[in-house]
């Protein structure tokens, strides 16, 4: 396939298409247009838009394997090579308005020296840095090199977050520290959160790793030092989710801690009160059985009097309790 004509994109309804110019930007792309192996052709699809997904089913540019890849509703991150070009499968943060960063978005591409077909549904804004530099000229010059530069945009990305992760722990460590419980569920968000990323994140490194170390044609050896660059970034990024769960644990154990320590003084305050009016219950039961010959029923100050004694009992046995260093 020396050579693609640009009306086989026609009715593909992309939300993206371009032709890369070699030099860090693009040329219009029309149905006119030729794409050879020094102008290759980028078409970012919505694989839930009907036109693109009857697109994709029905053209003759990629084989059936690539096909279900790109409309599958994949989870884990995977490479596959087929024939001249490979599929790849990415997760990107989710930064779309109404929805949380670690619903992450899944990202697929089919990529060789001649084209390169991504797919998504849910918006991934770290795409609209890599188009705003091949419109400004300073973009990627071939296929390869656009796979560094979405890999690094989508690996940026990720490690922003993962840098807010860490924030909010730290706020919650100082909390700790000032004997403040996070709210109810705020951990255990930010612990799934952490593991969530880890789990994606952990593949997603392999595949840069193995795109670094395959010796794909349209690939440079610059272009594969850069991706190998981008995976240990990445790897530093899981390293920090690694020590981030470790440390949620140890919250969480802290956190368990404070509030079994706030229980055992209630408990322990709540017994002491009980010790402290313990004679004074005595006194009152066996002066309220109602039987003849109570002392002081004539009395006309003998409730009063008798009131006052139980005060100084009280009082002579907080004092003997803080002595003992009960209280």
Same mark, same amino acid.
Request: net charge negative; with cysteine; glycine share 8%.
């Given at each position: #396939?020396?050579?693609? &004509?640009?009306?086989?994109?026609?009715?593909?309804?992309?939300?993206d298409a371009c032709q890369l110019n070699g030099k860090g930007g693009i040329t219009a792309f029309g149905d006119d247009s030729l794409v050879t192996a020094e102008q290759p052709v980028w078409q970012h699809l919505d694989y839930k !838009?009907?036109?693109?997904?009857?697109?994709? *089913? !029905?053209?003759?540019?990629?084989s059936p394997p690539v096909k279900e890849g790109l409309v599958s509703e994949s989870i884990r991150p995977k490479v596959l090579r087929t024939g001249e070009g490979t599929l790849i499968t990415l997760r990107a943060v989710n930064r779309n308005d109404n929805a949380r960063p670690d619903h992450l978005v899944s990202f697929r591409i089919y990529i060789n020296d001649k084209m390169i077909i991504s797919s998504r549904h849910r918006k991934i804004h770290?795409? $609209?840095?890599?188009?705003?530099?091949?419109? @400004?000229? =300073?973009?990627?010059?071939?296929?390869?090199?656009?796979?560094?530069?979405?890999?690094?945009?989508?690996?940026?990305?990720?490690?922003?977050f993962i840098e807010?992760?860490?924030? !909010?722990?730290?706020?919650?460590?100082?909390?700790?520290l000032e004997q403040k419980v996070p709210g109810r569920g705020e951990l255990v968000l930010l612990r799934k959160q952490l593991i969530v990323l880890r789990r994606y994140m952990a593949p997603q490194? $392999?595949?840069?790793?193995?795109?670094?170390?395959?010796?794909?044609?349209? #690939?440079?050896?610059?272009?594969?030092?850069? *991706?190998?660059?981008?995976?240990?970034?990445?790897?530093r990024g899981i390293d920090d989710l690694d020590g981030c769960i470790a440390r949620t644990a140890v919250l969480a154990d802290e956190i368990s801690?404070? #509030?079994?320590?706030?229980? @055992?003084?209630?408990? &322990?305050?709540?017994?002491?009160?009980? #010790? =402290?009016?313990?004679p004074t219950t005595f006194l009152t039961g066996l002066f309220g059985v109602n039987l003849g010959g109570i002392p002081g029923n004539a009395y006309p100050f003998g409730f009063g009097l008798f009131t006052l004694l139980m005060s100084l009992l009280i009082g002579i046995f907080a004092w003997w309790l803080r002595r003992s260093k009960w209280l």
């Amino acid at each position: #396939m020396e050579t693609i &004509y640009g009306s086989v994109f026609k009715g593909s309804n992309a939300i993206d298409a371009c032709q890369l110019n070699g030099k860090g930007g693009i040329t219009a792309f029309g149905d006119d247009s030729l794409v050879t192996a020094e102008q290759p052709v980028w078409q970012h699809l919505d694989y839930k !838009n009907s036109d693109s997904h009857q697109w994709l *089913m !029905n053209t003759t540019l990629l084989s059936p394997p690539v096909k279900e890849g790109l409309v599958s509703e994949s989870i884990r991150p995977k490479v596959l090579r087929t024939g001249e070009g490979t599929l790849i499968t990415l997760r990107a943060v989710n930064r779309n308005d109404n929805a949380r960063p670690d619903h992450l978005v899944s990202f697929r591409i089919y990529i060789n020296d001649k084209m390169i077909i991504s797919s998504r549904h849910r918006k991934i804004h770290c795409i $609209d840095q890599v188009l705003d530099d091949l419109r @400004n000229g =300073v973009g990627a010059k071939n296929t390869g090199h656009w796979l560094v530069e979405i890999t690094g945009a989508i690996t940026d990305e990720v490690n922003d977050f993962i840098e807010e992760l860490h924030d !909010n722990l730290i706020e919650f460590e100082d909390g700790i520290l000032e004997q403040k419980v996070p709210g109810r569920g705020e951990l255990v968000l930010l612990r799934k959160q952490l593991i969530v990323l880890r789990r994606y994140m952990a593949p997603q490194r $392999d595949i840069f790793i193995r795109l670094a170390s395959e010796q794909l044609p349209w #690939m440079s050896n610059e272009e594969r030092r850069l *991706m190998q660059e981008i995976a240990d970034r990445l790897g530093r990024g899981i390293d920090d989710l690694d020590g981030c769960i470790a440390r949620t644990a140890v919250l969480a154990d802290e956190i368990s801690s404070m #509030m079994a320590d706030a229980m @055992n003084r209630r408990t &322990y305050m709540m017994s002491l009160l009980a #010790m =402290v009016f313990l004679p004074t219950t005595f006194l009152t039961g066996l002066f309220g059985v109602n039987l003849g010959g109570i002392p002081g029923n004539a009395y006309p100050f003998g409730f009063g009097l008798f009131t006052l004694l139980m005060s100084l009992l009280i009082g002579i046995f907080a004092w003997w309790l803080r002595r003992s260093k009960w209280l």
